[in-house]
């Protein structure tokens, strides 16, 4: 997973990672959320989940230390980082400052 990470965080849009476990209830919340998200913006942006607990070695490198936590990445740079849940409001807020 670890290259495959690398190689889809450097794209030139914005890409929504959600870090997240299957065992966290507010990653439940989150889940749908981004569902939306990435309907309504199609193909301007590329979500994608890591679960933590399956994917440590990259949840390392970027110091998750709760879940949900939403980061977004553009050109393999970390454009934002937050732990909690997000509306997709906030999110495409987020992207639209950063596109």
């Not at 553009?74 to 937050?82: H, P, S």
């Amino acid at each position: 997973m670890k290259a495959n990470f690398d190689s889809i965080i450097n794209d030139k849009k914005p890409v929504v990672v959600d870090f997240h476990a299957v065992w966290c209830g507010p990653c439940k919340t989150q889940s749908p959320i981004l569902k939306d998200l990435a309907t309504e913006l199609g193909d301007k942006i590329r979500v994608i989940k890591i679960d933590v607990d399956q994917n440590n070695e990259i949840a390392g490198r970027y110091q998750i230390q709760s879940v949900p936590t939403i980061m977004v990445f553009k050109n393999g740079n970390v454009i934002y980082k937050q732990p909690g849940v997000h509306s997709k409001t906030q999110l495409i807020n987020i992207i639209n400052n950063n596109l």
